[in-house]
């Protein structure tokens, strides 16, 4: 029998209606009820980590569930499972893929409807990910968002629906298995992700949108000694508009990185226009181009590796290349 843990972080998958009608975290986690449902088929091992929405998760909580599943692998776990708000489930699902080494399958599921509610997806969802968690070939795959009969890679999959079940997608890639009666079944193999070993978090690593008219104003904010780093999203293929770059041209002088990606849901960030703010502009300054990813997990990506120790040349390859 495999072993499984399981981790309950939180989220609507844990929540239930209050007297008025809100959607409130319980105080007992409605997942509990359903250890003995899979007692026989796992040997399970549950616990509450938290009992967060995970808008209130933060990177130190993602390094603890790090250091978890490190000690759970060392006991002998053959698969984790991870209960989790949908909000920022694809941020802890990265920073997991980026710190962890992709031996045990250490799966990301959540739900879009409360315990409570008609249709709720929760168990369903529970169940899918324990199925995969235990699977074999799950193994060396990185860490696995699994929800709604899909399996994505944690690298790349995001939240696009406020309230579908079908929320999560992964653009331009798409989803790297399905989910069948028995388990997931794979159809694309994972690219090589590099292990980045931390064993702490540091934070003011800012994310900013570009949009039509942006001046420098918010760059000028994060002109403090505190900023650790930026990521924007820019429009397009990569580029801004020309107001935000004396601003921009302060903060690298600083010698803060800043990491360029695309707003776009689909595609990467290149430099390819030579107009003022373009992207062969952005890159002369000394933008770092990040392909692939959204600012989310840009963001997650440069904290990891700024809390990991990189900085200059090494710091710029490791966030470039985001695909291979
Ligand atoms: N479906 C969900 O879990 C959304 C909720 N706001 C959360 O992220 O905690």
Do not use: W
Not at 117 to 130: F, K, P, Q, R, W
Not at 138 to 144: D, F, I, W
């Amino acid at each position: 029998m495999q072993r499984i843990l399981i981790l309950h972080t939180g989220g609507t998958i844990a929540m239930a209606e209050n007297e008025s009608g809100a959607l409130t975290p319980s105080t007992a986690n409605p997942l509990m009820a359903y250890n003995n449902l899979f007692q026989g088929k796992y040997d399970l091992t549950v616990e509450e980590a938290f009992n967060l929405p995970s808008p209130h998760m933060t990177p130190t909580e993602m390094l603890q569930l790090k250091d978890r599943i490190v000690a759970a692998e060392k006991d002998g776990i053959d698969g984790v499972v991870i209960t989790h708000g949908t909000d920022t489930l694809e941020e802890t699902a990265y920073f997991l893929d980026l710190t962890l080494p992709p031996l045990i399958p250490v799966v990301i599921t959540g739900a879009m409807r409360s315990s409570d509610e008609i249709g709720s997806d929760g168990l369903y969802n529970l169940t899918s990910a324990l199925k995969t968690a235990a699977s074999p070939s799950a193994r060396g795959k990185g860490v696995l968002v699994v929800m709604n009969d899909e399996v994505h890679s944690a690298r790349f999959v995001t939240k696009t629906h406020t309230t579908n079940v079908a929320t999560f997608r992964t653009p331009t890639f798409g989803p790297i298995g399905i989910m069948e009666k028995d388990g997931a079944k794979f159809f694309q193999e994972l690219t090589n992700q590099s292990l980045c070993k931390i064993d702490h978090v540091i934070d003011q690593v800012y994310l900013l949108k570009a949009y039509a008219g942006m001046d420098g104003t918010l760059f000028a904010a994060l002109d403090r000694p505190e900023t650790n780093g930026l990521v924007i999203e820019g429009t397009g293929a990569g580029n801004l508009p020309p107001q935000t770059l004396p601003a921009i041209e302060k903060l690298l002088a600083r010698h803060i990185p800043i990491v360029l990606v695309s707003r776009c849901f689909n595609g990467v960030a290149e430099p390819v226009y030579g107009y003022e703010g373009g992207g062969q502009q952005l890159a002369k300054m000394g933008l770092i181009f990040c392909q692939g990813l959204n600012g989310q997990k840009a963001r997650i990506k440069l904290l990891v590796a700024l809390s990991s120790g990189k900085t200059g040349t090494e710091l710029a390859t490791y966030m470039r290349d985001a695909i291979s």
